[in-house]
């Protein structure tokens, strides 16, 4: 089913499953996957290297708080952009060096200087020409561009943006829809159990009020993540 689904059984590749901890508990197996491998592969496509600065877009949301936890584990500068009510807790416990609040501050205008560029920016937010060129103007020339699919994803302006690159013009951009990959979330367990990321679990559905589920999704507004619970 090329379009997803919700089972209580999939057969899959050996390859794409981990051994779950003992310790982990099933809301965070359930939720951890998705989120976690997404902001892994989007961070992972810029190349980071440590003291490097990386800029998250919905940094409160399912695939933001985790690119703010890795981005930190792997030793970035991060800067994460947020609502007002999530500014604090992107920041004390998520742990971002800085954030901005996307309602009262600009920021391209906040790293306007050069020497507060970026070298990578993870994005979960839809984007359009406008939106696009101001990510660009506090991208450094040799940075990248992750963006994460989704359903305000242009992938014109994206390609637009790679063959720029190509010729020596400008940032490198990828766009991001996960695969899933065994040995990437046994890291990601890893991780959790030494306490370096945490899923915030934001609602536990039953998998019977799942179109309740994807409501709370669509407000843009998700605190974490949102999981189903499967009978069995």
């Given at each position: 089913?090329?379009?997803?689904?919700?089972?209580?059984?999939?057969?899959?590749?050996e390859?794409?499953?981990?051994?779950?901890?003992?310790?982990?508990?099933?809301?965070?197996?359930?939720?951890?996957?998705?989120?976690g491998?997404?902001?892994?592969?989007?961070?992972?496509?810029?190349?980071?290297?440590?003291g490097?600065?990386?800029?998250?877009?919905?940094?409160s949301?399912?695939?933001g708080?985790?690119?703010?936890?890795?981005a930190?584990?792997?030793?970035?500068?991060?800067?994460?952009?947020?609502?007002?009510?999530?500014?604090?807790?992107?920041?004390?416990?998520?742990?971002?060096?800085?954030?901005?609040?996307?309602?009262?501050?600009?920021?391209?205008?906040?790293?306007?200087?050069?020497?507060?560029?970026f070298?990578?920016?993870?994005?979960?937010?839809?984007?359009?020409?406008?939106?696009?060129?101001?990510?660009?103007?506090?991208?450094?020339?040799?940075?990248?561009?992750?963006?994460?699919?989704?359903?305000?994803?242009?992938?014109?302006?994206?390609?637009?943006?790679?063959?720029?690159?190509?010729?020596?013009?400008?940032?490198?951009a990828?766009?991001?829809?996960?695969?899933?990959?065994?040995?990437?979330?046994?890291?990601?367990?890893?991780?959790?159990?030494?306490?370096?990321?945490?899923?915030?679990?934001?609602?536990?559905?039953?998998?019977?009020?799942?179109?309740?589920?994807?409501k709370q999704?669509?407000?843009?507004?998700?605190?974490?993540?949102?999981?189903?619970?499967?009978?069995?």
């Amino acid at each position: 089913m090329p379009q997803g689904t919700y089972a209580q059984y999939v057969a899959v590749e050996e390859s794409h499953l981990a051994l779950l901890p003992a310790a982990v508990p099933l809301d965070t197996a359930g939720g951890l996957p998705l989120v976690g491998l997404t902001a892994w592969q989007a961070l992972m496509a810029g190349q980071p290297v440590e003291g490097q600065r990386v800029l998250v877009f919905a940094a409160s949301g399912g695939v933001g708080h985790m690119a703010v936890q890795l981005a930190k584990a792997l030793g970035l500068f991060t800067v994460g952009v947020a609502g007002p009510k999530n500014t604090v807790w992107v920041k004390d416990q998520l742990g971002a060096d800085e954030v901005v609040d996307y309602t009262t501050s600009d920021f391209a205008a906040l790293y306007a200087s050069p020497d507060k560029h970026f070298d990578i920016v993870v994005d979960c937010l839809a984007i359009a020409p406008e939106r696009l060129g101001k990510i660009t103007s506090v991208l450094k020339s040799s940075g990248h561009y992750s963006h994460i699919m989704n359903t305000g994803s242009n992938p014109p302006l994206l390609e637009q943006m790679q063959a720029a690159h190509k010729e020596g013009k400008g940032p490198g951009a990828s766009l991001t829809l996960v695969k899933p990959n065994g040995r990437q979330l046994e890291q990601l367990f890893v991780m959790w159990e030494a306490g370096q990321v945490k899923l915030e679990v934001a609602q536990v559905f039953p998998l019977a009020e799942v179109a309740d589920a994807h409501k709370q999704v669509e407000t843009g507004h998700t605190r974490g993540k949102v999981v189903l619970a499967i009978p069995h």
